[in-house]
Structure formats: C-alpha cells, structure tokens
C-alpha cells in the first residue's frame, strides 16, 4: 500500500510538473483563439462590404456594356455603308484593271508598228503635246475659278 501511495505522489508531481510547464504554451493558445474570434467576427462585415462594392462593381459594368451596345447599334448602319462603299471601290477597281488590260492588249500591235516603223520620236513629241495643251488647259480653268 505504501508503493500505491508513493506512486501516487509521483504521479501528482509530475501532473503538477506539467501543468505548470504548459500555463504558458496554453496561454498564448488562448490568445491565439481570442485574436482568431476577434476577426472571425469582423469576417461578415468584411465579406458584405466586399459583397457590396463587388455588385456596384457589376452594375456599373453592365450599365456600361448597355451603352456600348447601343453605340454600336448606331454605328453598325455606318459598318454597313463603309463596308459597301469598299465592295463598291472593288469592283471599280477591278473593272479599271480589266480596262486598262485591254488597252495595252489593244496598244500591243500599234506599239509593234511604230516599233517596226521606227515612229516612237514622233508619238513621243506628239503625247507631250497632249499633255501641255492639258496641263494648260487645267491652268485656265483654275484662273476662272480664282477670277470668280
């Protein structure tokens, strides 16, 4: 009985012995989880002010989205008419082409004959002529117009 005892007492001892050494581990524990309940109690608060500013956030996004689809809306005419101004300047443009094609499949033979002939002097004096008589005729046009 005496061994029960004595063992008791050590046993005591050392639950004394441990308690006091974890006071100050389980202090700061206490701490910890005071800190811890202090911001999980500002948690909701912070959630809602984020939850908030995060749904002005996407209103003002989709009021925006709103006006720029409207925009759009006013300006998809004008998509339309530049679009079929290009398709138009296309297909002059290649109309052009296939005009100024023909005239040099049609100016082929007449540039052999004057080849041949040896006339390319004179098509060439006559061609400037052509071109100051224009170029003189633009002259008085603007002079008009300056006079008027």
């Known amino acids: 009985m005496i061994w029960v005892g004595i063992g008791l007492i050590i046993i005591g001892i050392a639950f004394m012995a441990l308690v006091v050494f974890l006071i100050k581990p389980l202090s700061n524990l206490a701490s910890v989880f005071s800190s811890l309940q202090k911001t999980t109690d500002e ?10 500013q995060t749904t002005k956030t996407l209103d003002t996004s989709v009021d925006t989205l709103h006006q720029v689809n409207n925009q759009i809306k006013e300006l998809s005419p004008l998509f339309h008419i530049v679009g079929d101004a290009g398709r138009a300047t296309n297909q002059l443009t290649s109309s052009m082409v296939n005009a100024v094609d023909d005239m040099k499949v049609n100016t082929q ?19 400037l002529g052509y071109m100051l008589f224009q170029k003189n005729q633009e002259i008085k046009e603007e002079q008009q117009t ?3």
């Open 43 to 52: 948690l909701p608060k912070t959630v809602e002010d984020l939850t908030s």
């Open 109 to 127: 033979a007449g540039n052999d004959f004057a080849t041949r002939k040896n006339l390319e002097g004179l098509y060439g004096a006559l061609t």
């Open 146 to 148: 300056i006079n008027v």
